[in-house]
């Protein structure tokens, strides 16, 4: 019932900008219970973590490639996670995962097994 889905990857040049969206599709008055995180899985490479917000939207945490140019919102009015992807590079070229967890601590964990509820992901391609 709990179902997580991501929209807005795409295909866009280097130096672009993108906004991808998470939301709950099942359960959207209880997404704000969960730490909600993304995470990217580049062809042939592990998943890693990119970024996550807490579950009131109060504090954040950011993998080094991302917290000079990626920022992660939650807008609890619209049950909603967003990351803003900027200055885009071709190694950011990966499917992005939106994941949510409730028996996160903070600062959260950066490992993908310890997150419960994973979505489809969106891709990005980012060329040269």
């Known amino acids: 019932q709990v179902r997580l889905v991501e929209s807005g990857g795409g295909s866009v040049q280097d130096g672009a900008s993108l906004r991808l969206s998470c939301t709950n599709s099942?359960?959207?008055?209880?997404?704000?219970?969960?730490?909600t995180a993304w995470f990217r899985q580049a062809p042939g490479k592990e998943r890693e973590f990119v970024a996550a917000?807490?579950?009131?939207?109060?504090?954040?945490d950011y993998a080094d490639f991302a917290k000079d140019r990626f920022t992660i919102i939650r807008d609890k009015d619209k049950y909603s996670v967003y990351i803003d992807m900027n200055a885009l590079k071709p190694e950011d070229t990966a499917t992005y995962f939106c994941v949510g967890d409730t028996t996160q601590t903070w600062p959260p964990s950066r490992r993908p097994n310890d997150y419960e509820y994973w979505g489809q992901g969106t891709q990005v391609a980012v060329s040269s």
């Open positions: 917000v807490s579950q009131g939207g109060e504090t954040t």
């Open positions: 099942g359960a959207s008055f209880y997404f704000y219970m969960y730490t």
